[in-house]
């Protein structure tokens, strides 16, 4: 059963960055699609960003546009998250999240960002 595994998550300050990761355990998943989401205390989860592995086709939820990006991993057969700019809001658990190309959904267990002075 493959799974999604997040790193990097932790404590930052506000306008600090963060990289976050997520890997498959297996080399021979082929997923369509890899997107991160994320879900503050109390609020309920959202969509942060989303890469269609077979185009490199792109979106993100307005409120990270132009601070944080979704790129692809090969080595570790994932995707990588950098975070910018960031803000107390963005404080929140971060779960990678995948489809394969057979349309079974996957999620990781989730990383804790919390942006804070």
């Known amino acids: 059963q493959v799974q999604l595994v997040e790193s990097g998550g932790g404590v930052v300050q506000p306008g600090g960055s963060l990289r976050l990761s997520c890997s498959a355990t297996e080399s021979t998943f082929n997923a369509y699609s890899m997107s991160w989401y994320r879900q503050a205390p109390g609020k309920e989860r959202e969509l942060v960003t989303t890469?269609?592995?077979?185009?490199?086709?792109?979106n993100y939820a307005d409120s990270v546009k132009g601070r944080f990006t979704i790129s692809r991993d090969t080595d570790k057969n994932g995707v990588v998250l950098q975070m910018n700019s960031l803000k107390p809001e963005d404080t929140a658990i971060y779960y990678c999240?995948?489809?394969?190309?057979?349309?079974?959904?996957?999620w990781g267990k989730g990383t804790l960002v919390t942006v804070s002075s």
């Open positions: 999240h995948a489809i394969s190309n057979g349309g079974v959904n996957y």
């Open positions: 890469l269609i592995l077979s185009t490199g086709n792109t």
